[in-house]
């Protein structure tokens, strides 16, 4: 059975960073899209990253220039460092996996539960 985990979540201090982990399980994730969104509260959940099983990566231009996707296919693994935060970067973030590396939720098969990032001010 397929199963993302996502960890390293938690609170910072904005212009600070973290480093989220998303580890692949119950299957063969190497010609999948390993992507990263996040939710805010009241908000729908948005694209922030995508490292597509070509190498290309993309990014939401929120976050281009602070966060940076990386992959290793052989521990089917999927990493988001986070830097220079600030407070509208707090929202719980989810790691997925799908065929098609594009930004919209609706086409990745697999979700993690989710970790929490808080950004404070």
């Known amino acids: 059975q397929a199963q993302l985990v996502e960890s390293g979540g938690g609170l910072v201090q904005a212009g600070g960073s973290l480093r989220l982990s998303c580890a692949a399980s119950g299957g063969t994730y190497s010609m999948y899209a390993m992507a990263w969104f996040r939710q805010a509260p009241g908000k729908e959940r948005e694209f922030v990253a995508v490292f597509a099983p070509t190498g290309n990566t993309n990014y939401a231009d929120s976050v281009k220039g602070r966060f940076t996707i990386s992959r290793d296919v052989a521990k089917n693994t999927v990493t988001l460092e986070l830097s220079s935060l600030i407070p509208e970067d707090t929202a719980v973030y989810y790691c997925?996996?799908?065929?098609?590396?594009?930004?919209?939720?609706?086409?990745?098969?697999?979700w993690g539960q989710g970790t929490q990032v808080t950004v404070s001010s």
């Open positions: 997925a996996a799908g065929p098609i590396g594009t930004i919209s939720p609706r086409q990745y098969y697999y």
